[in-house]
DNA sequence: AAAATAACTTGATCCGGATCAAGAACTTCT
DNA sequence: AGAAGTTCTTGATCCGGATCAAGTTATTTT
């Protein structure tokens, strides 16, 4: 990420390994008071907040090497729920020691920056799949993201199995979970993918991102020509 | 924002007060190499980003006192664009001069952890309102919103005048132009507020807030009895 | 292994909001 | 001031995806 070891080494000084999680543990919840980031080592945890009337929001599925807790620096507290999907082991960095650092290290403050950035950025793709995609897009967008994030840490991009429920996926898509089922098996009709519970394998990469652009509109008015 | 005196004069002398802009100006486009975070001191503006088919995504509307280009830092370019809606003035501070300064003052530090963490938490929210939320809830929210900021900046909580067309506010809220049309004469006929054109006053703020928490449903069914 | 429960799938129906269409009000240009 | 282009409103229709309703397949409990 842009530090030298030693600087690594200064970083690595402060991180606690946290006991791992079963699934259903909350990493912590909301309100909670805020002092370490996480940084996720194995398993997979959902992010979830609360909405005024009793349902909850999906906000994201971290897999390993993916930092949560951003969200709450703002004011000492966490403002979302974080449980573990499956076994699942953390790394704690308290924050106020990684701001002290980070003060007399402007790379780590650098890289920081650029940390919380990303999230920014990663939030307003989402709220583009949110506020204009259509379930098909959704759904396809959802995929090749964990395929990407596998195939980056060294997993098969097109085998996967994803560890939360349909009803989860449909909660953070926005959709119900029907829909979610219904698109599964239309995507395997079609020959996109191969499903069996949460087991994926996707057949045809190239059209799910074609899919994500939604050029499927008119590729399939053609295809009904 | 828990500075100093002498902090606030430190980081006064690294802003630049920018030329002002007129309607319809690009304070840069997604692309544009990032160099300055910029803050809104009079007018308002749009920020947005290009979705792959062709259209846009409204991505927020800013009013003085906020700060825009966060999601920049990540990759030294702008992934959004930003124009102005009307006459408007900003400041810019240089990210890089800011970012020295910030390593030498752990309090402008912590302020500048503390915003991009902000950032993230609304993001947030503007996910559970699209994913979630009836078109109602959405432009209840929507007004509020700026009915807050408004108030917190010193002007009416309750009249004002919005610099954004009705399409705009679809696109932000994930509606078309006629439904957030129909909308504003619907709350109009139902005395929540009175709207002509862009001049919007609200008329029972409480009603509005209960309307964002969907109490709406449970009352809408106990008025029709 | 059977019973109970939870997760998922599939079908039928319904509805909120999109889309299509047209007119009205406002702005901008000449 | 008149013409032309926008933006906004209102009405009619349509459709994607929600909801309702069962049935099926896993998983957990006993």
Same mark, same amino acid.
């Given at each position: 990420m842009g530090l030298t070891p030693e600087d690594i080494e200064r970083l690595d000084s402060i991180i606690k390994r946290g006991r791992p999680y079963h699934r259903g543990d909350h990493l912590y919840r909301g309100g909670d008071k805020f002092h370490s980031l996480r940084v996720i080592t194995s398993g997979s945890v959902k992010t979830y907040s609360p909405n005024e009337d009793g349902g909850e929001q999906v906000l994201g599925f971290h897999l390993p090497g993916e930092l949560i807790g951003l969200d709450a620096i703002q004011d000492d507290n966490h403002t979302c729920s974080a449980i573990a999907l499956e076994t699942t082991a953390v790394c704690e960095i308290p924050f106020s020691q990684l701001e002290s650092l980070s003060s007399i290290m402007p790379s780590l403050q650098h890289q920081m920056y650029r940390l919380l950035s990303r999230e920014i950025g990663q939030d307003t793709e989402m709220l583009t799949l949110l506020g204009k995609k259509s379930a098909e897009e959704r759904l396809a967008t959802f995929l090749l993201?964990? /395929?990407?994030?596998?195939? $980056?840490? %060294?997993? *098969?991009?097109? @085998?996967?199995?994803? *560890?939360? /429920?349909?009803?989860?996926? %449909?909660?953070?898509? %926005? #959709?119900?979970?029907? =829909?979610?089922?219904? #698109?599964? =098996?239309?995507? $395997? @009709?079609?020959n996109l993918l191969h499903v069996e519970r949460k087991h994926v394998q996707l057949l045809d990469i190239p059209r799910l991102y074609d899919i994500v652009q939604g050029a499927d509109r008119a590729k399939s008015s053609q295809s009904r020509i």
């Amino acid at each position: 990420m842009g530090l030298t070891p030693e600087d690594i080494e200064r970083l690595d000084s402060i991180i606690k390994r946290g006991r791992p999680y079963h699934r259903g543990d909350h990493l912590y919840r909301g309100g909670d008071k805020f002092h370490s980031l996480r940084v996720i080592t194995s398993g997979s945890v959902k992010t979830y907040s609360p909405n005024e009337d009793g349902g909850e929001q999906v906000l994201g599925f971290h897999l390993p090497g993916e930092l949560i807790g951003l969200d709450a620096i703002q004011d000492d507290n966490h403002t979302c729920s974080a449980i573990a999907l499956e076994t699942t082991a953390v790394c704690e960095i308290p924050f106020s020691q990684l701001e002290s650092l980070s003060s007399i290290m402007p790379s780590l403050q650098h890289q920081m920056y650029r940390l919380l950035s990303r999230e920014i950025g990663q939030d307003t793709e989402m709220l583009t799949l949110l506020g204009k995609k259509s379930a098909e897009e959704r759904l396809a967008t959802f995929l090749l993201s964990f /395929s990407e994030r596998f195939k $980056q840490r %060294g997993f *098969s991009a097109s @085998d996967f199995f994803l *560890s939360m /429920s349909r009803h989860e996926i %449909g909660n953070y898509l %926005g #959709l119900a979970v029907e =829909t979610v089922s219904r #698109l599964f =098996t239309r995507f $395997q @009709d079609e020959n996109l993918l191969h499903v069996e519970r949460k087991h994926v394998q996707l057949l045809d990469i190239p059209r799910l991102y074609d899919i994500v652009q939604g050029a499927d509109r008119a590729k399939s008015s053609q295809s009904r020509i």
